[in-house]
Nanobody
Framework: VQLVESGGGLVQYGGSLRLSCEAS????????MAWYRQGPGEQRELVAS???????NYADFVQGRFTISRDNAKNTVDLHMNKLSPEDTAVYYC???????????????????WGQGTAVTVSS
């Protein structure tokens, strides 16, 4: 089972990007899915998360600029980012916790999944 991120790239100051995270398998349930980021020389930090029930949480630095959303039909989690600044330059990673994947018989549980990351560069 994999998480695959897409949508990163180069954008100018004040611009917007939409990151998408697609799971290679359908989840029957999950505790939370989230976007993290890691800037050059920095530790990985939480950007935004969404629970299986749809509750969202954002890091203070987001300040209303980003929106996380889940499309159960497409098995994706998106991060819409607006008003980007050079401080947002980082590799953005998708994360899923306590995932349950239905099988033909039974189910498969994974404690945590990470994607490979997608790079976002914001020019000044």
């Amino acid at each position: 089972v994999q998480l695959v991120e897409s949508g990163g790239g180069l954008v100018q100051y004040g611009g917007s990007l939409r990151l998408s995270c697609e799971a290679s398998a359908t989840f029957s349930s999950f505790k939370s899915m989230a976007w993290y980021r890691q800037g050059p020389g920095e530790q990985r930090e939480l950007v935004a998360s969404i629970t299986g029930g749809g509750s969202t949480n954002y890091a203070d630095f987001v300040q209303g600029r980003f929106t996380i959303s889940r499309d159960n039909a497409k098995n994706t989690v998106d991060l819409h980012m607006n008003k980007l600044s050079p401080e947002d330059t980082a590799v953005y990673y998708c994360n899923a916790e306590e995932v349950v994947i239905p099988l033909k018989i039974g189910q498969y549980r994974l404690p945590e999944l990470w994607g490979q990351g997608t790079a976002v560069t914001v020019s000044s």
